[in-house]
Nanobody
């Protein structure tokens, strides 16, 4: 089964930083628009950041100015740099193709912000 593999999550204090990584196989990685999603308990999964093949990025208002999405086409890897983390950022984070269409969903990586 082809699916993304997320890593880099963990437990950090408010105001801290974390960098997530995502490996995606079975696609034309360099041509795909990619995104990071998150889902907190009892809430719907939401798209928080995306990056086009040309490098253009977009962010949800809740993370704008704090998160940075990037990609390394040579390694087939995408990243999410998260700074100034808040308790409300606590969620399972997932990566996937936004366009042309998603792959199967991976296991995600848990991010917990707590003092």
């Amino acid at each position: 089964q082809v699916q993304p593999v997320e890593s880099g999550g963990g437990l950090v204090q408010p105001g801290g930083s974390l960098r997530l990584s995502c490996a995606v196989s079975g696609i034309r990685f360099s041509l795909a628009r990619l995104g990071w999603y998150r889902q907190a308990p009892g809430k719907e999964r939401e798209l928080v950041a995306e990056i086009r093949s040309g490098g253009t990025t977009d962010y949800a208002d809740s993370v704008k100015g704090r998160f940075t999405i990037s990609r390394d086409n040579g390694r087939g890897t995408m990243y999410l740099q998260m700074n100034s983390l808040k308790p409300e950022d606590t969620a399972a984070y997932y990566c996937n193709v936004v366009f042309p269409y998603p792959t199967s969903w991976g296991q995600g990586t848990q991010v917990t912000i707590s003092s």
